[in-house]
């Protein structure tokens, strides 16, 4: 029998805890594909983060290491240090990466940490209710701002990768969107891009996956692609910010 498709072996057989409808499933699915195709599973280190994804060590087939609440790149950078020879990735959500883990993932970045980080943005902090994050768009309504964002009060979403494209140790910086099969595509290739430089070596890598929270946006799992591409897109565009093997 001609097998068509199979689960990737860069996951493990765990049943995994996320909500109908939300899209870490298929970037988890990328990022295992993505190890697998490299050669690089079996020395590879994750880093697991703290909210929806603080299970993750559950599900990827390689080495896994939980950080605290935002600190995901300090754990990388020792362990990177300490086994420069492996992949060594972060998996971090916007409340995560973007709030109480700001500091830690910039300064990684500024010193050209050779990791890399795939940055879930949701636009809210989906495992803990759904709280305004950093990412929450002006005028949407949270549990915490129940009459919508108001950036006189709140400030206004932070552009992480518009922030970081400045950084001087940043050599790929990517957004992309799980909305469409063409954009899951160009998820994975940005995911592959991302673990390709850090093979040579080259500095600090991100790709930004704007995703879905559909229970906590209170939506069906349809109307939230479409509210990430008509919504999310606008505030957060797609593309390239850096790559600096165009210089080479």
């Keep these: ?8 072996l ?48 559950q599900y990827f087939n390689c080495d896994m290491q939980q950080a605290p609440h935002g ?28 709030s109480i883990g700001i500091a830690e993932t910039i300064h990684a970045a500024n010193r050209g940490e050779n990791i890399t980080v ?29 009459l919508g964002r108001d950036p006189h009060n709140q400030g206004y979403p932070i552009r992480v990768s518009e922030m970081f494209q400045y950084i001087e ?18 998820v994975k290739n940005a995911v592959k891009k991302a673990f390709t430089i850090q093979q040579e070596k080259k500095g600090f890598t991100m790709v930004e996956v704007l995703s879905t929270c559909p229970v906590n946006w209170g939506m069906a799992p349809i109307d939230a692609m479409k509210w990430v591409e008509e919504k999310m897109v606008p505030v957060f565009p797609l593309g390239v910010f850096k790559d600096v093997t165009k210089h080479d």
Excluded: W
Excluded at 15 to 41: D, F, M, Q, S
């Design 1 to 8: 029998m001609t097998v068509k498709y199979e689960k990737s």
């Design 10 to 57: 860069g996951l493990t057989n765990a049943k995994t805890h996320y909500c109908p409808g939300c899209t870490h499933g298929i970037l988890h699915k990328i990022v295992a594909e993505v190890l697998v195709e490299l050669g690089v599973l079996d020395h590879t280190v994750g880093i697991a983060s703290v909210g929806c994804s603080v299970f993750s060590y």
């Design 71 to 98: 600190r995901a790149c300090a754990v990388a950078t020792g362990v990177k240090r300490v086994l420069p020879d492996n992949i060594v990735f972060t998996y971090q959500g916007d409340g995560d990466l973007a």
């Design 118 to 146: 795939i940055f879930v943005n949701n636009a809210t902090y989906g495992m803990t209710g759904g709280q305004m994050a950093p990412t929450s768009l002006v005028g949407q309504k949270t549990t915490t701002s129940q």
């Design 169 to 186: 140790g940043v050599a790929y910086l990517e957004r992309v969107a799980l909305t469409s099969p063409q954009n899951v595509k160009k």
